[in-house]
């Protein structure tokens, strides 16, 4: 009786220990960690900076020249430099990434003298991670590019502009006194360059200074200070890099077993960004992949808690087991370690207790566990909820259910539905990114492939007009304007599904070089034929007439046949029918914009048609809009095109793959008309309607030989001398805005490589 009672305070024991042990498991998570290690014989450190090989401080320490680590030990503490550069470390990791400091570009003025700084960084073998890093720049008379010129060839920038510094809100970069972009992918260095409209002029007292640099997401913080000083000249960013071994794939890097840099227990892995390749430890181990013996095996017995039983490291992994007289898998989460049941009828009443106290507390543990996941579900279904009204959904089933004429096809998303489709929104799935927001790829529960976009930001104040414009664009139905199929309400903002276009935009196949020859001239014309005839079914057959604002090459899809399909009215306006013009915020993409809606504000149809002139020169040219690389006075493409119109030179600007000795006369036509839509005054500009009437007829007008053409001009006024600025005296980019602007108003500004 004393042995079965020493027994039972036994398991008492190890069962109150076990409800102890899984408490503390359900709060903490033990993770243990071994620092990467230097080549033997080799200086580990630089100041507080860890160097583990293959970087290393010259000699055999690091495994080729390009990871040369400099150690200036005359700073306190010591700096690591990368090679013999001035490029600053900050951190080396072995998983193919180090951190380094760059430091920003300015351009600054006051009344008599100008202050400028231009920062280049260039690292030849290694690239800049473009989903780590983004390039920001900060001003109110400011437009910067940053340029590639090791690796992929690149140009991208953005503008930022603002009147006053109370129209800055703090924390926003989105192109009122900070702008930012994404840096392109593999590129190997970059060069930032500052340019100023006004030269700062107008927002001097406030604004005396323009910063560009390139720094890692979440390292930098706008705040409408730092507009006033010139805080930025001496400061560096953190700029995330990428690094690899060779240039070879992993597959070809093994058959070279004397130089393979992967030690064994552990994996090679291609890199994503660019060439070469690097190494990993398996699962299991941890250390440096590079060096001999490097990976070592982790004690899963020193840092697993799940194990109830005897455990055991094995090589990569361990054992865990009950010891001799009991019975049960060992696991904590199985049945655990217990004493065989041999004879019940001589148990003690303790040992009742004991198992009835700890299946309780087990019982106990899973319902609060259970009490707290309801309340979350229902925490998440309340704010589904509270966004749904936000975003007019009540509205918009009352408006589904009394008005006639819509679509069968109509639905409201639920978010669930939507995030199953795109995977939970995975980068892997975005189709395009873009000023008005994300566009992702999804796949329904049919099988169907859509498109769903998005949104930056959301508008709650004008709510009924955003339910309104939804219904009328549910309601437009013609075979060149992308679908809308749906929407979703459910989320913090909109959004919206269309029909998936496959073969990309028109932008691709005219600007890639690998593209180009596959739209010969005839497809240009039947795509800008296509063009035309969905914008004049949105000005005029449309049941509210609507502006798209926002046409571009790059919102004209094709699909597999090469069908026009315009898309993303994201920036669209509804027109009501007693007003011919409406006054709101100039918003567009420059190179496209009409210049007299951005002095005046005052929009109208024919702001399109001026929009659409210039994708008519980009198709007749094959040239960008807006090209810092060509010279000045052609790197406007609208203005450059009249002038040369004027001077009867229309054959210097052709695109040698559309010229034959047969459409001569169809491309002097169509030249003529592209004019016609870019005239300065919008009165003098035609339709919509007028021009597709004119390119469907151009389509079916007779080929002539080239010796009856005659190049000559159209003596009419068209965009000639300066291009006219938003920001002239007099005229501001904030004017007082009337009706509902579906996305917040903003100049989207795009740079881009020379052709």
């Keep these: 009786m004393y042995n079965l009672g020493n027994t039972a305070m036994g398991l008492i024991r190890s069962v109150l220990l076990m409800q102890l042990m899984i408490f503390l498991n359900f709060i903490l998570t033990v993770k243990a960690s071994t620092p990467a290690v230097a080549k033997p014989g080799c200086q580990s450190r630089c100041g507080d900076v860890i160097i583990p090989y293959p970087f290393g401080t010259g000699g055999d320490c690091n495994i080729t020249e390009q990871f040369l680590i400099t150690c200036n030990t005359s700073y306190i503490p010591n700096k690591a430099f990368l090679g013999n550069s001035n490029l600053e470390v900050i951190n080396i990791s072995t998983d193919g990434q180090l951190r380094i400091f760059s430091n920003a570009s300015y351009d600054c003025y006051n009344t008599s003298y100008r202050n400028w700084s231009y920062y280049r960084l260039q690292l030849y073998k290694f690239s800049i991670n473009n989903n780590k890093n983004k390039f920001t720049a900060i001003g109110c008379d400011t437009y910067a590019r940053v340029e590639g010129y090791l690796g992929q060839r690149y140009a991208t920038g953005c503008l930022s502009l603002c009147n006053n510094i109370t129209d800055v809100s703090n924390g926003s970069c989105s192109g009122i006194g ?26 001097l007292p406030e604004n005396p200074c323009s910063f560009a640099f390139v720094a890692e997401n979440d390292n930098y913080i706008f705040s409408a200070s730092d507009l006033r000083g010139s805080n930025f000249k001496d400061k560096q960013f953190p700029v995330t890099v990428d690094w690899t ?19 064994e227990n552990s994996n090679c892995v291609d890199s994503e960004n660019n060439s070469g390749y690097f190494c990993k430890c398996f699962k299991g181990y941890e250390g440096n992949p590079y060096l001999p013996n490097g990976c070592q095996d982790i004690n899963e017995c020193e840092t697993m808690s799940s194990c109830n039983g005897t455990c055991i490291n094995l090589p990569g992994t361990f054992n865990c087991s009950c010891p001799g007289g009991y019975e049960g898998d060992g696991w904590k989460n199985g049945t655990g370690c217990s004493l065989p049941n041999r004879d019940k009828s001589k148990r003690s009443p303790l040992i009742d207790i004991a198992l009835g106290s700890s299946i309780g507390f087990l019982g106990l543990l899973l319902g609060i566990v259970s009490l707290c996941w309801m309340l979350r579900q229902r925490q998440i279904s309340k704010l589904k909820d509270a966004y749904f009204l936000q975003n007019g959904g009540i509205l918009l089933r009352e408006e589904l259910s009394k008005r006639q004429g819509y679509r069968e096809d109509v639905k409201v998303f639920t978010a669930e539905e939507l995030e199953k489709a795109t995977n939970n929104y995975h980068e892997s799935r975005i189709l395009g990114q873009g000023g008005q927001g994300t566009v992702y790829k999804g796949i329904l529960a049919d099988n169907r492939i859509v498109a769903i976009k998005k949104s930056i930001i959301g508008d709650p104040s004008q709510v009924e007009q955003f339910i309104n414009e939804i219904m009328v664009l549910y309601q437009i139905n013609h075979k060149n304007v992308v679908k809308l199929l749906g929407c979703c309400l459910e989320t913090q903002v909109p959004l919206l599904v269309y029909e998936y276009i496959t073969n990309g935009t028109v932008f691709h196949h005219l600007h890639n070089d690998d593209a180009a020859f596959h739209l010969p001239w005839e497809t240009r014309l039947r795509i800008a034929t296509e063009t035309a005839e969905a914008l004049s079914y949105l000005h005029s057959a449309a049941s509210i007439p609507i502006i798209h604002r926002d046409i571009k090459l790059a919102n004209i899809l094709l699909d597999e046949n090469h069908t026009a399909k315009v898309s993303d009215f994201g920036a669209s306006r509804l027109i009501p029918s ?32 001026y929009s659409f002139g210039v994708v008519l020169m980009e198709m007749l040219t094959g040239q960008k809009v807006v090209c810092f690389k060509r010279s000045e006075e052609s790197r406007v493409l609208a203005m450059y095109f009249v002038s040369l119109m004027k001077e009867n030179r229309l054959l210097d600007i052709l695109d040698p793959w559309v010229l034959n000795d047969e459409n001569v006369e169809q491309l002097k036509e169509v030249a003529t008309l592209a004019c016609r839509c870019v005239r300065v005054k919008g009165e003098e500009r035609p339709t919509m309607k007028e021009v597709a009437h004119e390119l469907a007829g151009l389509q079916a007008m007779p080929k002539h030989p080239w010796s009856k053409s005659n190049l000559a001009g159209e003596e009419s006024e068209y965009l000639l001398g300066k291009f006219p600025s938003t920001y002239d005296d007099g005229v501001t980019s904030s004017s007082m805005g009337m009706g509902y602007d579906s996305i917040n108003n903003k100049i989207t500004f795009e740079l881009e490589g020379a052709r």
């Design 178 to 203: 900070c702008c930012q972009t994404s840096i392109p992918k593999g590129v190997m260095s970059y060069n930032i360059t500052i340019e100023s409209y006004e030269n700062h002029v107008d927002v």
């Design 245 to 263: 071994i060779g240039t070879t794939s992993c597959k070809e890097a093994k058959m070279d077993t004397k130089n393979f840099a992967c030690q």
């Design 578 to 609: 007693d007003q011919a013009q409406i006054t709101t915020i100039v918003q567009g993409t420059f190179g496209y914009l009409d210049p007299e809606y951005m002095l005046t504000s005052l929009l109208t149809e024919k702001s399109d048609v």
